[in-house]
């Protein structure tokens, strides 16, 4: 990557955020002219025990930033799907004793898909779930109609928020 293209941004800090580029991308370049002789430096920048300081507190604050990148896809994800459920395709990523994980790659999304009761009262409708371990398979029976589900099947399923509790929607 060239230092002199500002073709990019990196919200993961303030000073970041006003510079074309990354802090660690600068302590690299440093340490790469310094090793070979190219540039004269500062002695703090070759003590060990000061890099390694340096470079936890870097992998913290990109950690942090990898955090919020992923809150924000979530949040936004969830103001995509508020009040407009949608049905999509989506694929069997694992199977749980109670659920499935199903991959939406429509939509980039992936998360769990338990089997609840369609009507409380009607115990009929209640799913009758029986998994197997070894086979991981999972059979779903509900009005005596048995759907298997394995890893890698087909699905179609509806994506909506659950709002149930308003402190974590997802």
């Given at each position: 990557?060239?230092?002199?293209?500002?073709?990019?941004?990196?919200?993961?800090?303030?000073?970041?955020?006003?510079?074309?580029?990354?802090?660690?991308?600068?302590?690299?370049?440093?340490?790469?002219?310094?090793?070979?002789?190219?540039?004269?430096?500062?002695?703090?920048?070759?003590?060990?025990?000061?890099?390694?300081?340096?470079?936890?507190?870097?992998?913290?604050?990109?950690?942090?930033?990898?955090?919020?990148?992923?809150?924000?896809?979530?949040?936004?994800?969830?103001?995509?799907?508020?009040?407009?459920?949608?049905?999509?395709?989506?694929?069997?990523?694992?199977?749980?004793?109670?659920?499935?994980?199903?991959?939406?790659?429509?939509?980039?999304?992936?998360?769990?898909?338990?089997f609840d009761p369609i009507d409380a009262e009607n115990e009929e409708?209640?799913?009758?779930?029986?998994?197997?371990?070894?086979?991981?398979?999972?059979?779903?029976?509900?009005?005596?109609?048995?759907?298997?589900?394995?890893?890698?099947?087909?699905?179609?399923?509806?994506?909506?928020?659950?709002?149930?509790?308003?402190?974590?929607?997802?």
């Amino acid at each position: 990557m060239n230092l002199f293209l500002c073709q990019y941004a990196c919200f993961s800090g303030f000073l970041e955020f006003f510079c074309c580029f990354r802090y660690a991308d600068v302590l690299v370049h440093r340490l790469l002219a310094a090793s070979i002789g190219a540039d004269k430096t500062y002695p703090e920048l070759l003590d060990k025990n000061k890099q390694s300081s340096v470079c936890d507190r870097l992998n913290i604050r990109n950690r942090m930033a990898q955090y919020a990148s992923r809150s924000s896809t979530q949040l936004h994800t969830c103001f995509f799907f508020k009040d407009r459920p949608t049905c999509a395709v989506g694929y069997v990523t694992r199977v749980l004793k109670n659920a499935v994980q199903v991959l939406i790659p429509h939509f980039g999304v992936e998360g769990p898909v338990y089997f609840d009761p369609i009507d409380a009262e009607n115990e009929e409708l209640h799913p009758k779930i029986k998994f197997d371990e070894e086979k991981l398979n999972l059979s779903v029976t509900v009005a005596d109609k048995t759907q298997d589900l394995t890893v890698f099947d087909e699905v179609k399923v509806k994506v909506s928020v659950d709002e149930a509790d308003s402190q974590r929607q997802r």
